[in-house]
């Protein structure tokens, strides 16, 4: 049977399911016919609302990690940063979003490694409003997809983002501004103590840049970069990237009713957790 004749045939299946709870499920079982996928996951960003996990293939997500990704760690996500600050939309692998230091980030450590994917590739589909959806997938065995996988996902996209537009157009979600309330805790972390170059620093080491990316981002040399980072982990009490990976999770995770201003404002003012002991995001 040919390509077309299978996308055809799935269709026929998925169309009439359009605002159903079926939908996603059929969604990656038509993705599946063309292309062998080993894990794949649908992630809804609504306009405002933190984000949820629509459907899992084939169990892809995982309590309590799966809460630690939804609270707060997916504002570190490649997938989100090329979607909400790149405008980016459409079909994507990994590799071209990530940046150069992402295998050495604590997002990757904590989170990425341990899905166990050697490759990922995926969809960046907007929806009503300022929403869109990331549809991923991902191979966890020896081999990677082949060119020819990869340029019929991307043929497919306009279909894929279309069908979905439809499908989320169709479901009615009361929605609240938390996603927008921790993109505000993110660039306000670390507010109440740093500079604000020391602040971008640890920003953008929080996202997973390089040293040497860094310094070009904000066209200073990488010992500047590196001078700025020391006084700021001093200021925050951590050492390494690893510890302030936690504390920004930590203080994003516990904001309660957060307004405005320096996540660790209020943070500080309570027992701090042991630098470390949040489990994370498996896949």
Not at 179 to 186: P, S, V
Not at 239 to 261: H, K, N, P
Request: aromatic share 10%; hydrophobic share 40%; glycine share 8%.
């Amino acid at each position: 049977m040919s390509a077309i004749s299978t996308l055809s045939q799935s269709l026929a299946s998925l169309l009439p399911k359009l605002g159903s709870e079926q939908f996603s499920g059929l969604l990656i079982n038509t993705v599946r016919t063309l292309v062998p996928v080993d894990e794949a996951s649908i992630i809804v960003y609504e306009t405002a609302s933190t984000p949820y996990i629509d459907f899992a293939y084939p169990g892809a997500w995982t309590q309590p990690i799966l809460d630690a990704f939804l609270n707060s760690a997916f504002l570190l996500d490649p997938y989100y940063i090329a979607a909400t600050r790149e405008n980016k939309s459409g079909f994507f692998r990994l590799r071209d979003l990530a940046p150069a230091g992402f295998q050495r980030s604590e997002y990757y450590r904590v989170y990425y490694r341990k899905t166990a994917l050697s490759d990922e590739c995926g969809y960046l589909i907007p929806i009503r409003g300022d929403g869109f959806v990331n549809i991923s997938l991902g191979r966890t065995g020896a081999s990677a997809f082949s060119k020819n996988q990869l340029l019929l996902l991307e043929d497919i996209s306009s279909l894929i983002a279309s069908i979905c537009g439809m499908h989320w157009q169709q479901i009615d979600k009361t929605e609240t501004n938390f996603r927008g309330q921790l993109e505000a805790a993110l660039g306000c972390f670390g507010d109440s103590l740093l500079t604000r170059r020391e602040r971008q620093v640890t920003n953008l080491i929080l996202l997973g840049h390089s040293t040497k990316k860094l310094a070009d981002v904000l066209g200073i040399s990488p010992e500047t970069v590196k001078l700025h980072r020391k006084h700021a982990y001093a200021k925050l009490d951590v050492r390494t990237q690893s510890e302030l990976f936690y504390l920004f999770i930590d203080s994003v995770m516990s904001i309660d009713g957060y307004a405005s201003g320096d996540p660790l404002i209020a943070y500080l003012q309570t027992p701090r957790k042991p630098t470390g002991s949040m489990t994370t995001r498996a896949g």
